[in-house]
């Protein structure tokens, strides 16, 4: 875990130590990428001196708690729990026990087990010292290299620091000169652009002024208001009025036009009366029909009685 951590710091400072490879951004720019990549190298150092002391705790941990001598496993060799296991034999004389239950031999010896596991134990002590002095003496070398690449990491993040300080002071002068300069083109831009415009629009009015003096609208000429494509047809911004001609003779169309409507009018209430009286002539029609009729009734139901009493005779 250290040996990750510190390539990590290694990967990390060498990314921050190298060229810019983009050295014509702004100054923001910089300045933002600067501050983040100060931001994750500092980040990433914390990390690793947290791994680094999680490890050591570790490591000691299991250097005093964690001893070989006090590990608790089954030991195959260790015949005292599988003596445990039976009765204990209380005399010669107990009926429980007979030949067969022999637990212990003149010639044996009991304490050739406890002794060669000690005797283990003790050689696996003087084989496992010099590696764990070996182990201590690597991690307090590689302790030290972390310190020292941790002073030297901060010590290139300084150097970088003032460095990107500098360079976003230069950047930061050179803009505002840049925008001094773009503004002073762009105010004499505008100035000259606005004497250009002032000379063109004098000129301009001149030039009206002199076709107003000179052109025939003052004059009052007749002919400027023709419309050149229409010529029944004139301009109304040229037009000054109608001349004594033309109202005369829309007078005179005018009086033309008043008497045909007058001959439409009468004959119109002519024809108007005529459609009134007719009724009036039906009716008395009517009347002269019905009296015609009575007479050539009476004259026939006469011609009757008269030829009633022919034949009464």
């Known amino acids: 875990m250290p040996s990750r951590a510190r390539g990590r710091d290694c990967r990390y400072s060498c990314y921050s130590l190298g060229p810019d490879p983009r050295p014509n951004l702004g100054a923001s720019k910089l300045g933002l990428l600067a501050e983040k990549g100060t931001d994750q190298v500092q980040y990433d150092m914390e990390q690793a001196e947290r791994t680094h002391r999680l490890d050591k705790k570790v490591q000691e941990f299991w250097k005093q708690k964690q001893q070989l001598k006090k590990r608790r496993e089954l030991d195959l060799w260790d015949s005292d729990p599988l003596r445990g296991e039976f009765p204990a ?25 406890t002794c060669l596991r000690m005797q283990q134990e003790e050689f696996m002590h003087s084989l496992e010292r010099p590696l764990q002095e070996q182990q201590q003496q690597q991690a307090r070398v590689e302790e030290n290299c972390a310190d020292t690449l941790s002073e030297q990491l901060r010590l290139a993040m300084d150097l970088r620091a003032t460095q990107l300080a500098k360079l976003e002071e230069c ?42 003096i000179t052109s025939d609208l003052l004059t009052e000429n007749p002919q400027v208001a023709q419309n050149p494509m229409a010529p029944h047809r004139v ?49 008395q029609a009517a009347m002269e029909l019905e009296e015609q009729e009575r007479e050539l009734c009476a004259e026939f139901w006469w011609r009757v009685g008269s030829f009633d009493q022919w034949l009464a005779k």
Not at 89 to 113: K, T
């Open 89 to 113: 034999h209380l005399g010669d004389n107990d009926p429980y026990w007979g030949p067969a239950s022999l637990q212990c031999f003149s010639w044996e010896d009991l304490d050739r087990a």
């Open 171 to 212: 950047c930061h002068k050179a803009i505002m000169s840049a925008k001094a300069n773009a503004n002073k083109a762009q105010v004499a831009k505008m100035a000259k652009q606005q004497r250009h415009e002032h000379q063109h629009q004098r000129k301009a009015n001149s030039v009206e002024i002199q076709n107003q």
């Open 235 to 283: 301009l109304p911004y040229c037009w000054k009025g109608m001349t004594a001609e033309q109202r005369a003779a829309i007078r005179k169309v005018q009086e033309v036009q008043h008497h045909e409507k007058e001959a439409q009018r009468q004959t119109e209430q002519a024809l108007d009366t005529k459609w009134e009286s007719q009724p009036m002539c039906l009716a």
